[in-house]
Structures are given as structure tokens and as C-alpha cells.
């Protein structure tokens, strides 16, 4: 008889522990082992799982890489890239559903672990704005421009136009800082006024402007700039 491979014994035995004690028994990269699991079958994937982890730092990091970043490493392929990609939507399409039509109040720590998950790891700038209604109910979330490293251009006609045409009075300003920082530049703070001014005019209210970085984010709210 033909003997296992070694990895087969070491596969089963990461999955029982994963159905035992859920992802908290395992470490991130055994975690994202158990993910590589689904796209290569018949290979140990173990140094893969290492390698990745070595080059982007975390499981989120892993999986929120750019498709031709993650093939930089050796064995990483279209099923691998699929696979990866899959788990990122899935979250955020889980994330997203905890938040949209729904009071911003109660969910605002959803709403923030939401634009983390799908800002902080983008090496572009991105600007996004949620849109209320009169009962703080969000009722869309547009990704309105995507720019370069530490700038996003942004017109604050356009985004007050779009908030008439969705019959928002409200809107929550987003945008990630790649950089890490996410303390507000003088340039941050300056858009943030002209939209509040084009709004005021019209009944549209600015609740927020945050700022999201991989580890934190800064709210204009709470720093009393708005």
C-alpha cells in the first residue's frame, strides 16, 4: 500500500481542531493553512502559508493583498488568489449587510469595523460617503473616488448633487489614509468644510468625516473640527 503524505495527517488534524475550538484555537497562519486546504489539494501547504504571512504581515493583510502581489510568492496561483478573494468579499459583504438600513447610532462600531475592512488595506486613497436619510437610516454607500498614495480628489458639488438625487439629508464622509497616519491634513479639514458649507445650503447635513488607517482611525467629530 501507498503511504500518506505527512501533510494529510497534519491537514486533519488542523481541521478537528478548528470544529473543536473555532478560529481562536488556531494561530493565523494555521488558519490561513486551513484556507489553502480548499485551493491546493495535493500539496503541503504549510511553507505557502508562512511565506504569505512572513511577506504581508497578517491573516487580514493575506487576504486583502493585490492579486499580483500574492502571486509574487512561490506556489501562489489563480485557484489561491480565488480562494483568498473569496473570504475578503464574503466579509465584507457580511460586514456591509450589518450596517445598511440601519440607524447609524446603533450601528456605528459596525459601520467602522466595515470601512477598516474595506479601506485600511487599499495602497490608493479611497473616498467613500454613506448616505442618511431624516431618521439616520443609511440608505447607500457610494465609493466616490479612488486616487493616489496620500491624495483622493474630491468635488463637493458632485457630492451634494448625489445626495439630492438618493433623497439624503445626511452623510457620513470616508476615506483611508495609506500611510498609517490617520490624522486629518490641512487639506482633509479644508474639503471637509466646502462640503459642509455646499450642504448646509441645500438641508444636507455632514455627521462625520473619519479617517481609517490599518490600526486606527481618527473622527472629526470627536476631534471637534466639525
Known amino acids: 500500500m501507498t503511504e500518506e503524505p505527512l501533510y494529510i ?32 489539494s495535493r500539496r503541503d501547504v504549510k511553507p505557502m502559508s508562512k511565506a ?10 493575506v487576504i486583502s493583498a493585490e492579486p499580483a502581489r500574492l502571486k509574487e510568492v512561490s506556489g501562489v496561483g489563480d485557484n489561491v488568489v480565488i480562494a483568498l478573494k ?3 468579499e464574503g466579509a465584507l459583504k457580511l460586514s456591509h449587510d450589518q450596517i445598511i438600513d440601519k440607524p447609524v447610532i446603533s450601528s456605528w462600531h459596525a459601520l467602522l469595523d466595515y470601512c477598516r475592512a474595506s479601506m485600511a488595506y487599499h495602497k490608493k486613497e479611497q473616498f467613500r460617503i454613506f448616505y442618511l436619510n431624516r431618521k439616520n437610516i443609511l440608505i447607500a454607500d457610494e465609493l466616490q473616488q479612488e486616487g493616489t498614495i496620500d491624495h483622493t480628489p474630491v468635488y463637493p458639488r ?7 438625487e438618493l433623497g439624503a439629508s445626511a452623510l457620513i464622509l470616508v476615506h483611508n489614509h495609506p500611510s498609517g ?17 455646499a ?6 447635513t455632514v455627521h462625520d468625516h473619519v479617517i481609517v488607517a490599518k490600526g486606527s ?6 476631534l471637534g473640527l466639525l
Open 158 to 164: 458632485e457630492v451634494i448633487k448625489r445626495a439630492l
Open 52 to 61: 504569505l504571512m512572513k511577506k504581508f504581515g497578517s491573516f487580514a493583510e
Open 199 to 204: 450642504g448646509k445650503k441645500l438641508g444636507v
Open 9 to 40: 495527517g497534519h491537514r486533519q488534524r488542523l481541521k478537528e481542531r478548528f470544529l473543536k475550538g473555532g478560529e481562536k484555537a488556531l494561530a493565523d497562519y494555521e488558519l490561513l493553512e486551513l484556507l489553502l486546504f480548499l485551493a491546493v
Open 217 to 222: 482611525y481618527s473622527s472629526f467629530k470627536a
Open 86 to 88: 473569496m473570504v475578503q
Open 181 to 197: 497616519d490617520p490624522t486629518p491634513s490641512r487639506d482633509d479639514i479644508e474639503m471637509t468644510k466646502e462640503i459642509k458649507e
